[in-house]
């Protein structure tokens, strides 16, 4: 925004400054026309005109050389703009895919959320009732997770290894009780793996 700001200014001053010449260029004609017509017949008024023509020139020369510095400033000012517009489309390509990916994996995300979710229901259907009160009070207690496997005498939930008397009492425990990890209270799921 700034480059193109700096850019529309350069544009004003430039269309100025060949304003300034051209009023200097029209003047200069209209005295030289004078001058050629022979309208001005007094010395002195000769003189003062062609000295105005000469002091017009200059003037006029000064101002050109003014409008050539406008429009180099005002030529960089365009490149400097154009070059951030690319890069800025660049910036805005690289979003426009990000977002792109983003949405494709959200969607995905959300057809895994609701197979997952389904399953869920269809299992939890099978779990008695206080079972999955007792899931559920501790998924929202220890972070969302509120089963956990043991594997090798630790729990997979907080990676604590259970003490020898925790672990003696898993192992009398009947294979239907519902027995639960002394350190972080969750739920212990056990495997053939959990060293039993």
Wanted: charged fraction near 35%; charge should be negative.
């Amino acid at each position: 925004m700034a480059a193109q700001t700096e850019e529309s200014d350069t544009a004003r001053e430039q269309i100025k400054a060949e304003q300034d010449v051209d009023q200097v260029r029209q003047r200069a004609v209209r005295d030289q026309q004078r001058l050629d017509s022979g309208a001005v017949t007094s010395p002195k008024d000769l003189e003062n005109l062609q000295r105005e023509i000469v002091s017009l020139a200059k003037r006029q020369g000064d101002l050109e050389d003014i409008v050539l510095e406008v429009m180099e400033r005002r030529e960089s000012a365009q490149e400097r703009a154009a070059e951030l517009t690319e890069r800025v489309a660049s910036v805005q390509s690289k979003i426009d895919d990000a977002t792109a990916r983003r949405d494709a994996a959200t969607e995905s995300l959300d057809g895994e959320t609701a197979t997952v979710t389904k399953e869920r229901e269809v299992v939890s259907a099978t779990i008695p009732a206080d079972l999955l009160k007792l899931y559920d009070k501790l998924r929202q207690q220890v972070g969302g997770v509120g089963a956990a496997k043991l594997y090798q005498r630790t729990c997979q939930g907080c990676r604590q290894e259970l003490s020898i008397t925790d672990f003696n009492e898993v192992r009398a425990a009947a294979s239907n009780t519902v027995v639960r990890c002394e350190n972080c209270g969750r739920i212990l799921v056990r495997t053939s793996e959990s060293g039993l």
